[in-house]
T-cell receptor, first 117, second 114 residues
Framework: AQKITQTQPGMFVQEKEAVTLDCTYD???????LFWYKQPSSGEMIFLIY??????QNATEGRYSLNFQKARKSANLVISASQLGDSAMYFC??????????????FGKGTKLTVNP | DTGVSQDPRHKITKRGQNVTFRCDPI?????LYWYRQTLGQGPEFLTY????????KSRLLSDRFSAERPKGSFSTLEIQRTEQGDSAMYLC????????????FGSGTRLTVV
């Protein structure tokens, strides 16, 4: 079974509008962390935001916020006020066993976001 | 510190040749990771070092792949007897204790096996 599922291969948004990128995850571990990364065409993975499974509040970092719904096992990324520079691939990732478990991140297949002027 | 540095950025090699990639992590990061990313996919974990110790390896890391991190600083990833299926982007990342700041990735080495 897929650990991380991103169901939107591609998304389009108008500049200055908000967009939500979906991510669902599968784990039986009560202790895990969820990450979102941006990958522009240059190839570098840029860390955007992190949500721990025990965090009470949804994470926010500037224009990025994470809509964390634990019971539904979803961790959607919301980008507000989209900019042309936001056009990129976006990956959701999970690390299980954050209290002494594996160090590896498991990534989804990504969503390609295109911001139109 | 300029972030995680990878060298070379691109490598074209003939099938059967050996290749070696280098990664220089952020200097204060004691953890280093290698990932492989094929076209249209997210990165897949290969291996992890804490200081000089290789603590975790994926089954993706066949016996043709070897990674080292001597002295807990830079790391090398070697692929022996390359195959066309090895063509991918090889990404290196580093982190310190307390991963809530994320793992910092380098720009990757794109390998093409012809």
């Amino acid at each position: 079974a897929q650990k991380i599922t991103q169901t939107q291969p591609g998304m389009f948004v108008q500049e200055k509008e908000a967009v939500t990128l979906d991510c669902t995850y599968d784990t039986s571990d009560p202790s895990y962390g969820l990450f979102w990364y941006k990958q522009p065409s240059s190839g570098e993975m840029i860390f955007l935001i992190y949500q721990g499974s025990y965090d009470q509040q949804n994470a926010t970092e500037g224009r990025y916020s994470l809509n964390f719904q634990k019971a539904r096992k979803s961790a959607n990324l919301v980008i507000s006020a989209s900019q042309l520079g936001d056009s990129a691939m976006y990956f959701c990732a999970m690390r299980e066993g954050i209290q002494g478990g594996s160090e590896k991140l498991v990534f989804g297949k990504g969503t390609k976001l295109t911001v139109n002027p | 510190d300029t972030g995680v540095s990878q060298d070379p950025r691109h490598k074209i090699t003939k099938r059967g040749q050996n290749v070696t990639f280098r990664c220089d992590p952020i200097s204060e990061h004691n953890r280093l990771y290698w990932y492989r990313q094929t076209l249209g996919q997210g990165p897949e974990f290969l291996t992890y070092f804490q200081n000089e110790a290789q603590l975790e390896k994926s089954r993706l890391l066949s016996d043709r792949f070897s990674a080292e991190r001597p002295k807990g600083s830079f790391s090398t990833l070697e692929i022996q007897r390359t195959e066309q299926g090895d063509s991918a982007m090889y990404l290196c990342a580093s982190s310190s204790v307390g991963f809530s700041n994320g793992y910092t990735f380098g720009s990757g080495t794109r390998l093409t096996v012809v």
